[in-house]
């Protein structure tokens, strides 16, 4: 199992000149008061031990304190980015050649950074600077509804459960996910199939309730013909429901917490192969 704390080595990070610049972020936003957590490929090798490069530096912030957060930095004279507004800021090193991601939410909107991350959260070490790490449960949460056709965050979360599942929030965790419990039931379902000599890590009742959910479920006629989820899990994936098949997108208010702008944007930054037509 991963140790209580994990101190985070420098030769972890993408290089020296990175690494002072990730420590100094962290340095500025903690001398402005301004509480942070430690995601990405960190919290993942907190929680299950695995190790993987990574590219930048994911902290996460609640969304009214991102204003403040960019005004202590710019102090400093870094370049601050809202890059997607409804979830993502960017701040970049004095180079461009390095950034730290800032989230505050998620890219289909659900996963709100609120102050229950803080209050879960473990304590670690990263570049030798005390930190907190965000809690696993929302960190299942926020990559639960990562299912794009270049990006799958199923394994994380099997991995995830298979550290951590004998200390997990389980009620939390269900609390989180509604009204979305079948992506949660989907999980546990592959967390058994991945790893059949662990499936006790899922309590029995908790698969027991979301089972009988699925049951009574689909014993009642279908509701809401009109509506697709699928943006959730794929922000490309079901354009063609919502553009061309007449599909309500469950992301955009009042269904969602986005705005039609905010799903444009996030559409038009979707990555395109040479010659690909704009989805739009």
């Known amino acids: ?35 942070t957590l430690i995601g990405g490929a960190y919290a993942f090798r907190h929680y299950t031990g695995i190790a ?15 204003p403040a957060a960019a005004a202590a930095l710019r102090r400093e004279g870094y370049e601050t980015e809202m890059t997607f507004p409804h979830w993502l800021a960017k701040i970049y090193s004095d180079s461009g050649a390095d950034f730290v991601d800032v989230i505050f939410s998620s890219g289909n909107g659900i996963a709100e950074v609120d102050d229950e991350w803080f209050a879960h959260a473990q304590e670690g070490t990263v570049l030798d600077l005390p930190v907190r790490i965000c809690p696993a449960e929302e960190s299942i949460w926020s990559k639960a509804f990562i299912m794009e056709r270049e ?25 989180r996910f509604e009204p979305h419990w ?10 058994g199939f991945a790893y059949p000599g662990h ?26 013909p009109e509506i697709c989820q699928g943006s959730l899990l794929s922000r490309e994936q079901y354009l063609i429901d919502i553009e061309e098949w007449g599909y309500r997108d469950a992301r955009v208010m009042p269904l969602g917490n986005m705005t039609p ?11 395109r192969k040479d010659g690909e037509a704009d989805p739009h």
């Not at 993987?52 to 991102?66: A, M, S």
């Not at 079948?182 to 967390?191: A, D």
């Not at 702008?261 to 990555?271: C, K, L, S, V």
């Open 261 to 271: 702008r905010e799903t444009a944007i996030w559409t038009d930054a979707i990555p």
């Open 52 to 66: 993987r490069p990574t590219k930048d530096l994911d902290i996460f912030l609640r969304r009214g304190d991102i």
């Open 151 to 175: 990006r799958f965050d199923g394994a994380d979360i099997a991995h995830l459960i298979r550290a951590y599942g004998s200390r997990m929030d389980w009620e939390r965790l269900q609390r």
């Open 199 to 224: 499936r006790d890590l899922v309590p029995a009742p908790v698969m027991h309730g979301l089972m009988d959910r699925l049951r009574e479920e689909t014993d009642r006629p279908p509701t809401s």
């Open 1 to 35: 199992m991963p140790a209580a704390a994990l101190t985070v080595e420098p030769d972890d990070m993408s290089g020296h000149d990175a690494s002072m610049f990730y420590r100094h972020v962290l340095q500025t936003l903690h001398a402005a008061g301004i509480a």
């Open 182 to 191: 079948r992506v949660l039931l989907s999980h546990l379902v592959l967390f």
